[in-house]
T-cell receptor, first 114, second 111 residues
Framework: GQQLNQSPQSMFIQEGEDVSMNCTSS?????WLWYKQEPGEGPVLLIA?????ELTSNGRLTAQFGITRKDSFLNISASIPSDVGIYFC??????????????FGDGTTLTVKP | SQTIHQWPATLVQPVGSPLSLECTVE??????LYWYRQAAGRGLQLLFY??????ISSEVPQNLSASRPQDRQFILSSKKLLLSDSGFYLC??????????FGSGTRLTVV
C-alpha cells in the first residue's frame, strides 16, 4: 500500500533556530499537505500543495511539493516556543478510489527550548 | 462556515462496557467522514471512512464499528470495550483534495 516515510521522528531545538522535516514515498501523489497537532487537540491544516514543484509559504512556514511527486518538505524559520507540537505530512494519490482520502506520515515531534 | 463537533472530550469506561462516540459536521454537504485513533505521542491510525450515508469502509479489523445514519453524522461504537481500545479518537471530514478538518478529539481510557 501507499506509505509515507516522515523524518525526523523528533527534534529538540533552541528557540530561534530553523527547522526542516520531510516526507518521502515510493508512490506518486497529486496533493501534499502538512498539519500541526498541539497537545490534546486534533491536527490543523497548515499548508496544502497541489502542483509538482510548488513552493508555498504560510508565515514562517514554507513547504514544497517535490518535482518527482514522491516527496515534500516543511521548513519553519526562526522557531518560537508555540511551534511545539507534532507535525504530520499527508498525501492524496491518483489511485485512491475515494477522492480526498489521505495517507499520513507518522509525525515529527518538535520541542523548542526557550 | 464549516465546523465539526466531536463529543465527549474525555471518557473513562470499564472493560466490557459499550461505547458510542458521535461526530457531526456543519456547513457542508456530502462530506467524506473519517475516524482515526492515535496512541500517545504516535501517528494516526485510520479506523473507518465513509463517502455517504450508510457507506462504511473499515481499514483494520478490530473491536469497533462505525455508522453514518445521516449525511453529516458519524458514530463510532463498540459493544464491549477492551483495554487496548484506549486512545485518542479523532473524527475528520474532507471534500475532494482540500485536506481534512479534524475535530478536537475524545480521550478514551478503558479501565
Amino acid at each position: 500500500g501507499q506509505q509515507l516515510n516522515q523524518s525526523p521522528q523528533s527534534m529538540f531545538i533552541q528557540e530561534g533556530e530553523d527547522v526542516s522535516m520531510n516526507c518521502t514515498s515510493s508512490s506518486i501523489f497529486n496533493t501534499w499537505l502538512w498539519y500541526k497537532q498541539e497537545p490534546g487537540e486534533g491536527p490543523v491544516l497548515l499548508i496544502a500543495l497541489y502542483k509538482a514543484g510548488e513552493l508555498t509559504s504560510n508565515g514562517r512556514l514554507t513547504a514544497q511539493f517535490g518535482i518527482t511527486r514522491k516527496d515534500s518538505f516543511l521548513n519553519i524559520s526562526a522557531s518560537i516556543p508555540s511551534d511545539v507540537g507534532i507535525y504530520f505530512c499527508a498525501a492524496t494519490g491518483y489511485y485512491n478510489t475515494n477522492a480526498g482520502k489521505s495517507t499520513f506520515g507518522d509525525g515529527t515531534t518538535l520541542t523548542v527550548k526557550p | 462556515s464549516q465546523t465539526i463537533h466531536q463529543w465527549p472530550a474525555t471518557l473513562v469506561q470499564p472493560v466490557g462496557s459499550p461505547l458510542s462516540l458521535e461526530c457531526t459536521v456543519e456547513g457542508t454537504s456530502n462530506p467524506n467522514l473519517y475516524w482515526y485513533r492515535q496512541a500517545a505521542g504516535r501517528g494516526l491510525q485510520l479506523l473507518f471512512y465513509s463517502v455517504g450515508i450508510g457507506q462504511i469502509s473499515s481499514e483494520v479489523p478490530q473491536n469497533l464499528s462505525a455508522s453514518r445514519p445521516q449525511d453529516r453524522q458519524f458514530i463510532l461504537s463498540s459493544k464491549k470495550l477492551l483495554l487496548s481500545d484506549s486512545g485518542f479518537y479523532l473524527c475528520a471530514w474532507s471534500v475532494t483534495n482540500y485536506g481534512y478538518t479534524f475535530g478536537s478529539g475524545t480521550r478514551l481510557t478503558v479501565v
